[in-house]
């Protein structure tokens, strides 16, 4: 397994965020994780990634414990995320905040490639490479996240709601380019409002509920599972 | 006409030292919301670091000139490097009547190092383990450090006022009109234009520059990056205490009078300029910084003595009111 996740347990204060939640991610994998408001997504990937840390539970990547590693650290490694709310840095180019994601690499022709490859990806920041990131639209803020994300040349992709204001066409490319940049070997791990595209394009699926995991499946039956239909999709 | 082009000269001067202060509030605050209101005390023991400097060359010149003597004497025979370490040895004995400007570099490089580490041990030893507490917790140990440093100058500095040594012998330039120069206004502005494009040039063409506004900008989405915010955070206390420095530094060579109280005022009106120019923002500090060394040589000029440090709160209070992003801060909540 790339990734495997037992037993976390995440706290805020007195909020209990994550009740002893266990999760895989085998190499070349989609999976998705889907959930109501609240139900503890974003903590989840926040913790992956360094930025909470469990009062219990371990996180290994590649076999190796990374629960206590800093966040930097985990980006070193090979796991990146584009986070909650895009997190661009509004007052730098779309070429600096991608420079900025390869800011561990030193190799700068690979570093060169891999900005071409997320141009290739994303034709639309080409265009705007020079623009301050503050003033895209919101897709195209979106589409920076992401390929910021690459420039660490991750092997785990963490992305939480890519989708999240974009309009219906947009959506659509956005979820043909996760799927690409999963053929290229990238490993991702989607959170999702928009269930029914993420268990479209995902091979697995986890269901989380208040802080655990309610179901855990294939995710082709997940998509026929009247609970997650009632909940999920709608109706 | 000429006296009032000779008081901006006098205040553009004043004013780039100021900035040089300036810019540190405004990089710390930038990262970390905090203000460092030890940072005033920083630009004190630049003085006193540069103080001591020309003492530390001599005896190190000597040093190496004695070592390099008996060097010489047990490789006299071999030719060249023989002879070549005579000449040597005898330059570095005599380090102390080394050029002026070069010694004056010197004392200014030493006193830019000596205060960069100290910005290092403030931030890890005091700053740093407070930085998830509360603002009032930050603010508290800024006020701390502060009086720590004007007490411990005291203590081994002694309260007695210090002469800088007058390194480079001041000399007047006429600029025509009736509006002179000295060679020491003439440093003061020089260095600290060079050292403004220096910083400009790391915080936006160098990797760890962009970095830097990386962490200001979100801690969370600079890790995410794979950037070590606490070492961007350490960075950011070094250049801020090394500009602090040579601050203090350039107006000793001017005004040669140091003691260990001395960084007060001007940190207090280098953080109105801060403030003024737009807190966070680096051009702003400059020009905030500027701003505030004319006004207060008009004022001192045109209006009374008196009132030459009243200026500072005067210009905060206006800027409060009218404006209280600064002057080039953009008006938008803050976001934490
Ligand atoms: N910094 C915080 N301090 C206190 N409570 C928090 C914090 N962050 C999240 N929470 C709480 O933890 C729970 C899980 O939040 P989280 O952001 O992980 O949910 P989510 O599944 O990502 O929701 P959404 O779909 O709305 O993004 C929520 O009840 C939230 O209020
Ligand atoms: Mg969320």
New interface residues.
């Given amino acids: 397994m790339l990734l495997e996740v037992a037993g976390l347990d995440v706290y805020y204060g007195a909020v209990h965020a994550l009740k002893g939640v266990s999760l895989n991610a085998g190499a070349g994998e989609i999976v998705t994780l889907i959930g109501a408001n609240g139900a503890g997504k974003t903590t989840l990937l926040r913790t992956l ?3 909470v840390r469990p009062r219990a539970g371990t996180v290994r990547f590649e076999g190796r414990d990374i629960t206590r590693l ?3 650290e985990i ?2 490694l090979g796991v ?2 584009a ?1 909650e709310g895009r ?6 180019s779309v070429e ?1 905040n991608l ?3 390869a ?2 690499r030193r190799d700068r022709p690979g570093i060169a490639a891999d900005r071409a490859r997320v141009f290739q990806l994303f034709p639309r920041l080409e265009e705007r490479r020079r623009q301050i990131g503050g003033t895209l639209s919101g897709g195209e803020q979106q589409m920076l996240a992401i390929g ?2 690459l420039m ?1 040349r991750p092997r785990l992709l963490l992305l939480d709601e890519p989708s999240l204001g974009l309009a219906p066409l947009l959506v659509r490319e956005i979820f043909k380019t996760i799927q690409e940049i999963n053929h290229a070997g990238v490993t991702v791990l989607l959170v999702e409002q928009n269930a029914h595209m993420a268990l479209s394009v995902a091979r697995r699926g986890y269901v989380l509920e208040t802080g655990t995991v309610r179901l855990e499946d294939d995710a082709a039956r997940l998509l026929q599972n009247e609970e997650v239909k009632q909940a999920y999709l709608g109706g | 006409m000429s006296e009032f082009l000779q008081q901006l000269v006098n205040g553009v001067t004043w004013g780039s030292v100021y900035a040089l202060i300036a810019l540190g509030y405004t990089m710390v605050y930038g990262i970390l919301r905090l203000i460092n209101f030890a940072h005033g005390d920083i630009y004190m023991l630049g003085a006193f670091f540069g103080f001591y400097a020309p003492g530390l060359i001599v005896a190190a010149g000597a040093r190496a000139g004695e070592w390099l003597e008996g060097a010489h004497r047990v490789l006299h025979g071999v030719p060249v490097l023989g002879p070549g370490l005579g000449r040597l040895a005898a330059a570095l004995s005599a380090a102390g009547s080394m050029a002026d400007a070069l010694q004056a570099l010197l004392v200014l490089v030493i006193a830019m190092v000596g205060c960069g580490l100290l910005g290092i041990v403030i931030e890890r030893g005091a700053y740093k383990p407070v930085r998830r507490s509360s603002r009032l917790a930050a603010l508290i140990t800024a006020i701390g450090v502060s009086l720590l440093l004007e007490n411990g100058g005291v203590l081994v500095f002694g309260p007695d006022p210090k002469f800088f040594p007058q390194i480079i012998p001041s000399s007047n330039i006429a600029l025509g009109g009736g509006v002179t120069i000295s060679n020491q206004q003439v440093i003061i502005l020089t260095v600290s234009i060079l050292l403004m494009f220096a910083l400009r040039f790391i915080v936006t063409r160098t ?1 760890v520059g ?2 830097m ?2 962490v200001s ?2 801690h ?10 606490d070492r961007i955070i350490t960075f950011t206390f070094v250049l801020g205490s090394m500009l602090a420095a040579a601050a203090g530094v350039l107006v000793a060579l001017q005004n040669p009078k140091i003691e260990p109280y001395m960084g007060v005022m001007p940190g207090l009106k280098a953080f109105v300029a801060a403030v003024l120019g737009g807190i966070g923002n680096i051009p702003g500090a400059v020009l905030g910084g500027l701003v505030m060394g004319v006004a207060e040589v008009l004022v001192v000029g045109y209006v009374s003595p008196t009132y030459r440090d009243a200026i500072a709160f005067v210009l905060l209070i206006i800027i409060l009111l009218v404006r209280p992003a600064g002057i080039l801060g953009k008006a938008q909540a803050e976001k934490v």
């Fill in positions: 990634s360094g930025l800093p966040p930097h980006v070193g990146s995320q986070p997190m661009i840095f509004a007052n730098l600096d420079e900025l994601g800011y561990r910021r994300a660490s | 990797r962009k970095a506004q990386a900008h979100s969370m989405a600079a890790s995410l990056m794979g950037i070590s915010v």
